[in-house]
């Protein structure tokens, strides 16, 4: 006779994760699609749309943040 599978079902919790970088911030132009490439603060992509308005008369922006999570089986999970 075969061996039965056991599946056991976890809570997972998913949270930030702060172990790595913080978030990342990036602006893009909403006319031309032009970027401002990636910074760990979100001045120089608000500086950088500015500057972008400035020289094209382009006015439109896309503010991108991307932050990081992890996920993680929860402590009082077990199975069920």
């Known amino acids: 006779m ?3 599978a056991v ?3 976890m809570d997972w919790v998913l949270q ?11 602006a893009e132009c909403t006319t031309c699609g032009e970027s ?3 910074a760990d603060s979100k001045d120089e992509p608000e500086v950088w749309c ?11 922006f896309r503010a991108v943040t991307t932050s990081f999570f992890r996920a ?3 402590e009082s ?3 069920r």
């Open 72 to 74: 993680s089986c929860a």
């Open 16 to 26: 930030v994760d702060t172990s790595g970088s913080g978030p990342i911030y990036e």
């Open 50 to 60: 500015l500057r972008h308005a400035g020289r094209s008369g382009h006015t439109g």
């Open 36 to 38: 401002s490439g990636t």
């Open 2 to 4: 075969a061996p039965k």
């Open 7 to 9: 599946i056991r079902f």
């Open 77 to 79: 999970g077990g199975a």
